[in-house]
């Protein structure tokens, strides 16, 4: 396999955030042994940072070592798609209620924030040209921007772990499918300029349960396991 070297400051996160990537992007497969040798000779390291980088990435769920046998990657069915949106969406209903006991002058700021993300996104996106990597990029700062505004550095990381299994999907969605995304963002911002707030958790779960049919309609052509 054809590795990038890894450079040695930062070696650690480095080590993780890059087998991380391999993960999600499917460069190794569902079920997929990840041979501890292979890569620190593939990426020029020792196996020391390997092991810690699994560890982490085991304590996320996307890997899982037998004892005796070796680590390999999780694949994702419909029941844990089903399971990741509905924490989702928990979240976001309570970041609803946070958003609800904001000051006024607080409300305005991010509202304003996400409301020209969301202009912009949806203005710059081109299904007939917009590459798939920049639906994935809007998609994700908007969830970002959305969470982060509570100020929970626990509950972001912990969002933004449970989209991870979204990027798998890079490769398979139409520009279609994303561009409908990007128009539901604008119209959950709509409802919470207006401070609706019914109207913005039914926007949300809208949006959500759109992105669960879309992931396991994938899952179901690939076998039921990906």
């Not at 779960?205 to 879309?214: A, D, E, G, I, M």
């Amino acid at each position: 396999m054809d590795l990038p070297k890894i450079q040695t400051s930062n070696l650690f996160d480095q080590v993780y955030i890059t087998l991380k990537q391999l993960i999600i992007r499917r460069t190794f497969r569902s079920n997929e042994k990840i041979s501890i040798p292979v890569l620190a000779k593939n990426l020029g390291i020792s196996i020391t940072p390997i092991r810690e980088a699994l560890n982490r990435l085991e304590a996320e769920g996307l890997v899982k070592t037998v004892p005796k046998v070796g680590t390999f990657v999780v694949g994702i069915d419909k029941s844990y798609v089903e399971q990741v949106i509905e924490f989702r969406l928990m979240i976001d209903y309570w970041v609803i209620e946070q958003y609800r006991q904001f000051s006024a002058e607080r409300f305005e700021e991010i509202a304003g924030r996400l409301d020209q993300l969301t202009r912009h996104a949806v203005a710059e996106v081109d299904p007939a040209v917009t590459p798939i990597e920049q639906y994935g990029h809007f998609d994700m700062i908007f969830h970002t921007e959305f969470i982060n505004a509570c100020g929970n550095i626990q509950i972001l990381e912990t969002y933004q772990n449970l989209m991870n299994f979204r990027i798998l999907t890079v490769g398979n969605p139409t520009p279609k499918q994303y561009n409908l995304s990007m128009t539901q963002h604008r119209e959950i911002v709509d409802q919470l300029l207006k401070q609706d707030w019914q109207g913005t958790r039914d926007g949300l779960r809208q949006h959500l349960n759109y992105s669960k049919q879309n992931l396991i309609d994938w899952i179901d052509s690939n076998g039921g396991e990906v």
